[in-house]
Structure formats: C-alpha cells, structure tokens
C-alpha cells in the first residue's frame, strides 16, 4: 500500500470548521482514500472514503486533489466528540485485503 | 454496519502464560483481522483470518505466538502465546464489511506482568 503523510497534531476550537490534510504522492490510480478516526479508549471507525470525486456524508467531507496527490478531511463544526486521532489510508480496490495504519494526525477541540 | 463484541475487554496476566481473545461478529463475514496497537502508536496488522482456511500472518508475527482460530463466518479467537512483558498491547479484531469499510471492536487491554 502507498504510504501516507499526516501532521503529528492538530487544534481546533469547538464549532469552528477543520481541515485535516493528508498527502499521498505516489497514490495509485486504484487506490480508495478512506478515513478512520479512534477516539479515546476506542477501536478505529469508519469515517469517509472516495476515489476522485470530493465526497460528502453526515460525519465528513472529503476533498480530493484533482491530481489525487493529497486530500482533506473537513469536520464542518468540530465538537468536543471528534477529538480523536484521524488516520488517512490507501486501500487498492484490487488488493483490499488489510488497512495500513500510519501515525495519523490527533485533533485536539478545544472549547 | 457489523457490530463485533471482543472478550475480554481487559486482562492482567503473568508472564509465560497465554490469553484467549475472542472476537464476535452480529453478522457473516468472510475476511476478519487481528491488529496490535502498544502504547501510544498506531495499529500494525498481525494477521488476516478466513473461513477455511489458515491464517496469514504480517511480517514479524508468527503462528506459534499469535495462533489463530476462525471456526466459522461470525467468530475468530486470536491467542496470545508464552507472554511477555512486551506483548502488552490493545489487541483489536476487525471485520471487512460492504464498500470496503472495516469495522472494529473495541479491544482488548492486556497487561503482562
């Protein structure tokens, strides 16, 4: 799997919009973006994922670089809940057999 | 969605003995994961578990220490052999679930004394 770059830490003030960022140059042309998050005490869960287009659910948004090479996670008003450590992966769509967890980017939400 | 429910959620255990860890799945699925998360860093995938067929272990992690059991297409156990200090960890099983989303349980907390 491709690897990817995140920021180690990230603060955010509460109902305020974040932008999570993650680059990913050498992206392949099947790989899926999909975000995780792990709050405290917690296993991963799911949050978003695309492919080309930006992507929208009632959890996230994700924008997706028209070159694919990087993308950003949009909380569109943090809460306290989303603190959590927020990992970017790269999943190939024909070899999808396990997730590669990088070191992700922990949101701090302040209040 | 798949709901998973692991056993136990949190253990303390001596050294030289072997723990058990369950992983329940409210649904079948065919492919199921065994990942290790110590102290403060990321998941490293420790296995991937099908039905029928025997487990394929990562780089660094082998059948003799990490057994795996997947009896059937809702349950995997993951056994943690001859314990050592450095096998404390949050040890969490996770399923493949439709569009390629996975779905975790909520771990397993060992402690090696």
């Given at each position: 799997d491709a690897k990817t770059t995140q920021p180690n830490?990230?603060?955010s003030n509460e109902e305020e919009p974040v932008h999570l960022p993650c680059n990913h140059s050498t992206i392949?042309?099947?790989d899926y973006i999909h975000w995780y998050r792990q709050l405290p005490s917690q296993g991963p869960e799911y949050v978003i994922?695309?492919?080309?287009?930006n992507v929208n659910n009632r959890m996230a948004s994700l924008a997706i670089a028209e070159d694919r090479k990087s993308s950003t996670l949009i909380?569109?008003?943090a809460t306290l809940r989303d603190a959590a450590v927020y990992y970017c992966i790269l999943r190939d769509a024909y070899n999808n057999n396990d997730m590669r967890f990088g070191a992700g980017t922990r949101l701090t939400v302040k209040p | 969605s798949a709901v998973i429910s692991q056993k136990p959620s949190r253990d303390i255990c001596q050294r030289g003995t072997s723990l058990t860890?369950?992983?329940?799945?409210d649904s079948q699925v065919t492919m199921m994961f065994w990942y290790r998360q110590q102290p403060g860093q990321s998941l490293t995938l420790i296995a991937t578990a099908n039905q029928g067929s025997e487990a394929t272990y990562e780089s660094g992690f082998v059948i003799d220490k990490f057994p795996i059991s997947r009896p059937n297409l809702t349950f995997s156990t993951l056994t943690v052999s001859n314990m050592s200090p450095e096998d404390s960890s949050i040890y969490l099983c996770s399923v493949e679930g439709v569009k390629n989303i996975q779905y975790f349980g909520a771990g397993t907390r060992l402690s090696v004394l």
């Open positions: 830490s990230m603060e392949s042309g099947t994922h695309g492919l080309t287009s909380l569109h008003r | 860890i369950q992983c329940q799945v």
